[in-house]
């Protein structure tokens, strides 16, 4: 299982990875990315870190 965050204080609202998102758990809000999906469905495969400019995202395994 992992768990996926976000710093909002770093999203820029680029929106980058939403749509690349496997397990479809992130949404733009306010020009914010957000998890609205259940965080227990990220698959862990880091595309959202790899393709945020802003390093906003981090992903631990649990």
């Known amino acids: 299982m992992f768990l996926v965050s976000i710093k909002q204080d770093n999203c820029t609202g680029c929106g980058s ?4 998102c496997p397990a479809k758990i992130l949404e733009m809000v306010d020009d914010k990315a957000e998890i609205t999906g259940d965080a227990a469905d990220c698959m862990g495969c880091e595309t959202c870190v790899e393709i945020c400019p802003s390093g906003c995202f981090t992903i631990m395994e649990l």
């Open 17 to 20: 990875c939403v749509d690349p």
